[in-house]
């Protein structure tokens, strides 16, 4: 069974910096792309970075330059580097398949950026 375990989340000002990670499990992680996705309150979840099973990095516009995501295939994890964060940036973030697997989100991991 597909499990995906969100952590590294917290409280942080604005233009400070988070490391998330998600561990995944129960499917050939090295064979899928994964994407990092959130969901602020009252809006829909979007994705905001993924990654191919190769390495190779995709950031959506709300994330371009500020966020970097990379995969350890050896640990069957993904990890999103987010810098200069911004009160907009305040989320539940979510990792899962690119495209998802539609029953099995996780928990997630709460970013709030705040003074």
């Known amino acids: 069974q597909v499990q995906l375990v969100e952590s590294g989340g917290g409280l942080v000002q604005p233009g400070g910096s988070l490391r998330l990670s998600c561990a995944a499990s129960?499917?050939?992680?090295?064979?899928?792309?994964m994407g990092w996705y959130r969901q602020a309150p009252g809006k829909q979840r979007e994705r905001v970075a993924s990654i191919s099973s190769g390495g190779t990095p995709h950031l959506e516009y709300s994330a371009a330059g500020r966020f970097t995501i990379s995969r350890d295939n050896a640990k069957n994890t993904v990890y999103l580097q987010m810098n200069s964060l911004e009160p907009e940036d305040t989320a539940v973030y979510f990792c899962?398949?690119?495209?998802?697997?539609?029953?099995?989100w996780g928990q997630g991991t709460q970013v709030t950026v705040s003074s």
């Open positions: 899962n398949g690119n495209p998802p697997f539609p029953h099995y």
């Open positions: 129960g499917f050939r992680f090295e064979d899928n792309a």
